[in-house]
């Protein structure tokens, strides 16, 4: 089987929905598990067009060292290998737009963060943040939806990639986002330190000032 474009939207998109099934998975799961979790996420790919790219992605990701086979039957579950993913949800109170702002606009990010940042709103845009002790490069800009980076630490290897997914929610007069974060390819020994990280130095600090902001307004 030839090997895929993993950077083509078919294949990130399997790759996405394998990745989730698995790490939700309690057991390890079949192919057909796999590939029928990957056509919830592409419904407009023929069964023989989804079986095509389940294939190839989980052949990818086993030579990738993401993947590790279970025998007799056949299953795949997530590799005990040396990275990690994270995923974690901010229910923020403030519109997508307001969220959007704070992750982009590089003034909004140095308020919050207490530090000089390099940021942009524009795919392949570079970014620094905290003196250069985190970095990367914008991968995917969508707003005020989607953000994906490239998100190195300094000391790491390799890079890891962040999405930021938001969901705006209106219940009456009151208008909520909620932001689900992505973290892949995490050096498990870092997963800790990262996850608290996230709710110490990032999104936590930005949902702490959308919540200081709206009590100081009712408080009026």
């Not at 083509?8 to 939700?24: F, R, Y």
């Not at 990738?64 to 579950?77: F, S, T």
Request: glycine content about 8%; charged content about 30%; hydrophobic content about 40%.
């Amino acid at each position: 089987m030839p090997r895929p474009n993993m950077d083509n939207e078919p294949c990130k998109t399997i790759v996405a929905a394998v990745l989730d099934a698995l790490g939700k998975a309690k057991k390890p799961l079949t192919f057909d598990e796999m590939r029928d979790a990957a056509g919830k996420r592409a419904p407009s790919l023929t069964i023989g067009r989804l079986s095509w790219y389940a294939k190839a992605v989980q052949l990818e990701l086993e030579n990738q060292g993401k993947l590790e086979r279970v025998a007799d039957p056949l299953r795949w579950r997530l590799s005990g290998g040396p990275l990690r993913n994270l995923r974690q949800t901010y229910r923020m109170k403030a519109s997508a737009r307001e969220v959007w702002a704070m992750l982009v606009d590089a003034k909004k990010v140095a308020d919050w963060s207490g530090a000089p940042a390099i940021m942009d709103a524009k795919a392949g845009a570079k970014f620094s943040l905290w003196g250069g002790d985190i970095f990367g490069e914008n991968l995917e800009v969508a707003p005020p939806r989607k953000l994906v980076q490239k998100w190195r630490v300094k000391g790491w290897k390799s890079p890891s990639t962040v999405t930021f997914n938001l969901r705006e929610r209106k219940d009456g007069e009151t208008t909520e986002t909620d932001v689900e974060l992505v973290h892949t390819d995490i050096p498990a020994k870092e997963l800790d330190g990262i996850a608290a990280g996230w709710d110490a130095y990032y999104l936590g600090v930005i949902k702490g000032r959308f919540a200081a902001k709206k009590q100081a307004k009712a408080g009026r």
